[in-house]
């Protein structure tokens, strides 16, 4: 990354203080300005960037002057607002090289998607956006290298999981500060529960008590998360990468089956307000604007000739899990060859990705743990069925596939559990002889879970019961990886509380993966 961003400029600046500040060489006029909204600053939300590709990024924000607005408008009227954005190679703007017009309309939340293009590769640009009189925050990005660029070492944080009335977001205050060159985000972004018996001593609205079904609720919870300041910083640090898990719409969702088994039909209703509430929140691109309940969030992006990132979706396209899923002893149906977890389609598509990206790092940012979680010392075996352990013939066809095709470094980057691991991929977690084939880096969460702790009677049993399992940690946080082309470093980032704000940051632990030796390894 070159050079460090000025956090006065993402945090603090807002509204004709900003604009004082800001304008610079080449700043709008007064005229390119829209009528003022009323009801206060529209971008109260923040701002961020997302996807980032060697021309060019989406850069979101979304318009609401009154975040908490119970009917989850935002404060926004019921017409289309012309925002204005540029881009610029300072983070004062003298040096714009991007300008452009967007309209966030009320059908799409007064959300904004402006897709950059015209960009150098591997740089860093510095982006805002004029609405109603107001200018926004500066955000800060990154593009990605050109795909052929030889690259000396990239790095990236990920993390998962951000239950706004466990905690604060303090991971996301640290993370912000970091030198990094993009975030991914492995879903749970939101919860869909009530957040009105909260551990942040806020008093919320009945509005925020019933669970989350409907568009309007989906928007109102959306406005409640990305009000933590220290998410937006994060946001407005680097690009981000983000997909979902369940909670984005339903605890355990699988296909067209709700948690509750719900009749298909009305839970696809819910899950196509969940996904248009995702992507109006989020800096996704327009291949992932939602069709009805169908959105498409796989994808491949390349950072030069040392990593292929590619993020898969194990939530849409899955059978139900089996034997009632929860975690089970004995469950053989999980064996059956014909389940999936990614759908026939999805599984084809990596495959075939893992034949043609040759880079040195082959990332996969997956969801629920990929790696088998026995939950019983014993000889007898307790799983859970939700994640991959629900999905053993599709998992060994993946890390089979792999290996195949010839892929040099397999490294799978999770969320979902609320706790560390690092542990090694086996070719067939049946045959206790069976040779490690990839590594695999599980990030705790940001707050859900509590304050958490170093080690759990849980984590002792797992690590007797797993010998593929090198290290287990309960804390908050997120995993900061570093790669160059001869070695992968994940540190695990942890705080000692959420359950007040300020907690300070300390790298727990560092585990490692050598260039064409699968497996990891303490640092």
């Given at each position: 990354m070159s050079g460090k961003l000025n956090r006065r400029t993402v945090l603090g600046l807002g509204g004709a203080s900003a604009a004082a500040v800001l304008l610079g060489t080449g700043a709008w006029s007064s005229a390119a300005a829209d009528t003022r909204l009323r009801g206060g600053y529209p971008f109260s939300l923040g701002v961020a960037?997302?996807?980032?590709?060697?021309?060019?990024?989406?850069?979101?924000?979304?318009?609401?002057?009154?975040?908490?607005?119970?009917?989850?408008?935002?404060?926004?009227?019921?017409?289309?607002?012309?925002?204005?954005?540029?881009?610029?190679?300072?983070?004062?703007?003298?040096?714009?090289?991007?300008?452009?017009?967007?309209?966030?309309?009320?059908?799409?939340?007064?959300?904004?998607?402006?897709?950059?293009?015209?960009?150098?590769?591997?740089?860093?640009?510095?982006?805002?956006?004029?609405?109603?009189?107001?200018?926004?925050?500066?955000?800060?990005?990154?593009?990605?290298?050109?795909?052929?660029?030889?690259?000396?070492?990239?790095?990236?944080?990920?993390?998962?999981?951000?239950?706004?009335?466990?905690?604060?977001?303090?991971?996301?205050?640290?993370?912000?500060?970091?030198?990094?060159?993009?975030?991914?985000?492995?879903?749970?972004?939101?919860?869909?529960?009530?957040?009105?018996?909260?551990?942040?001593?806020?008093?919320?609205?009945?509005?925020?008590?019933?669970?989350?079904?409907?568009?309007?609720?989906?928007?109102?919870?959306?406005?409640?998360?990305?009000?933590?300041?220290?998410?937006?910083?994060?946001?407005?640090?680097?690009?981000?990468?983000?997909?979902?898990?369940?909670?984005?719409?339903?605890?355990?969702?699988?296909?067209?089956?709700?948690?509750?088994?719900?009749?298909?039909?009305?839970?696809?209703?819910?899950?196509?307000?969940?996904?248009?509430?995702?992507?109006?929140?989020?800096?996704?691109?327009?291949?992932?604007?939602?069709?009805?309940?169908?959105?498409?969030?796989?994808?491949?992006?390349?950072?030069?000739?040392?990593?292929?990132?590619?993020?898969?979706?194990?939530?849409?396209y899955r059978d139900d899990q089996p034997c009632g899923d929860g975690s089970k002893y004995d469950c053989t149906d999980r064996l059956d060859p014909s389940r999936t977890i990614l759908g026939e389609q999805q599984r084809e598509w990596l495959l075939d990705g893992f034949s043609r990206n040759r880079s040195r790092w082959q990332i996969l940012g997956n969801q629920a743990p990929m790696g088998e979680t026995d939950l019983d010392a014993g000889p007898a075996k307790k799983l859970f069925m939700d994640p991959w352990d629900g999905y053993v013939a599709e998992r060994d066809a993946v890390l089979a596939g792999a290996a195949h095709r010839g892929v040099r470094n397999l490294v799978v980057i999770t969320g979902d559990r609320h706790q560390n691991y690092a542990w090694d991929l086996k070719r067939d977690f049946e045959d206790p002889d069976s040779p490690t084939v990839a590594s695999e880096f599980v990030g705790t969460s940001i707050t859900s879970g509590g304050d958490g702790a170093d080690i759990t009677d849980e984590g002792r049993t797992m690590l007797a019961a797993n010998p593929h399992m090198k290290f287990f940690n309960a804390q908050r946080g997120y995993v900061r990886c570093t790669l160059t082309p001869e070695l992968w470093r994940s540190d695990y980032r942890v705080v000692p509380f959420i359950s007040r704000p300020d907690a300070p940051i300390s790298t727990r632990a560092s585990y490692v993966v050598e260039d064409t030796r699968p497996g990891v390894q303490s640092a």
């Open positions: 960037s997302g996807d980032p590709m060697p021309d060019g990024v989406v850069l979101w924000t979304r318009l609401a002057p009154q975040p908490l607005a119970a009917d989850g408008s935002g404060g926004m009227p019921d017409k289309p607002v012309k925002v204005l954005y540029e881009v610029s190679t300072d983070e004062r703007f003298r040096d714009v090289v991007r300008r452009g017009e967007a309209t966030a309309t009320p059908e799409l939340g007064h959300s904004v998607h402006a897709e950059v293009a015209g960009l150098q590769p591997g740089r860093e640009y510095f982006y805002r956006f004029r609405a109603g009189g107001e200018l926004s925050p500066a955000g800060r990005t990154r593009t990605a290298p050109a795909n052929s660029a030889a690259l000396a070492s990239l790095s990236f944080a990920f993390a998962s999981c951000q239950h706004w009335r466990e905690g604060f977001f303090t991971a996301y205050q640290h993370m912000a500060a970091e030198d990094l060159d993009f975030v991914v985000h492995l879903g749970d972004y939101i919860y869909e529960y009530d957040q009105t018996d909260n551990k942040r001593g806020v008093t919320l609205g009945a509005e925020f008590k019933p669970e989350t079904e409907r568009l309007e609720r989906y928007r109102l919870q959306y406005s409640l998360f990305k009000s933590d300041p220290h998410l937006q910083a994060a946001h407005a640090a680097f690009p981000w990468i983000v997909t979902m898990d369940d909670h984005e719409v339903d605890n355990n969702w699988a296909g067209a089956i709700s948690q509750d088994n719900t009749d298909p039909a009305v839970f696809l209703q819910r899950r196509a307000a969940a996904f248009q509430a995702m992507y109006e929140n989020l800096p996704l691109r327009r291949t992932a604007m939602p069709s009805g309940p169908d959105v498409r969030l796989h994808r491949r992006l390349k950072f030069g000739d040392l990593a292929d990132l590619t993020m898969i979706d194990t939530r849409q």
